[in-house]
């Protein structure tokens, strides 16, 4: 009878530990499908954030580009679209759970290259409204947290060529003239005579300077002769000098 007993102690002793073991793994199921729940609920309340966030962003762009850009030019509707296609793109970001400098500088380098083509005076009214654009959904990403220019992270520096990086990059602009060459190219073409009369240079001098940066490929000629324009890589030389003294300045 004392053996029956335990045996049906033991019983139910196994008994009690497989219903404790189902109860657990029944409790983790309910855990982690209720957690997956949530985190479909989220992504979904994100989708649907970002899908009003990116809807207003357009519209308020669209709006802004009817309102502020000249009306009297033939260009005004190619214009338009071309602006549309940045701002819509950039406006996208705001999907992302986080964007980096990277992308946001890459943007700029766009917006930069569409405006070494404008071809008039009065291109720099239209550019203005959209670098204001622009600038206006890059605050709208900081409040929102995904994107903080004065983040940093782990970066390999040991492939930095040091000799074609002095010779290219940093020789080059490691003049106050070069930079203010650079700077006035930034919103439009030049001549040599107007850069004459912003340094000061006589021609020999201010060709030196021309010459610097035109072998390092940040300016060009368009012709023998003709007006010198700023290339994509000196857009991208002179936005990230722009945003390094920035960034120092504000710390």
Known sequence: MIKKT?????????????????????KRFIEQSNKQQLELILASSRKEMANAMIGYVIEDAQNSLDDKMVKRCDMRDKCRTKFMEFLEKNAESLRQDRISSEAIMENRSALSALRA??????CDICFTEVDGLFDKQVGLMKSLQIYDPCET???DVTAIPEEDVVAQVLEPVSNKTRIQILKALYYDTKTFTALA???????????FHLQKLMGSGMIIQRHEGGDYMITDKGYKVLLMINEVYGNLNNK
């Open 153 to 155: 992270k782990v970066v």
């Open 197 to 207: 009369e912003l340094t000061g240079f006589r021609a020999g001098n201010l060709l």
């Open 117 to 122: 083509h404008a071809p008039h005076k009065k």
């Open 6 to 26: 335990k045996q049906a102690d033991q019983e139910l002793a196994e008994i009690k530990k497989k219903l404790s073991e189902v109860q657990n793994e029944l």
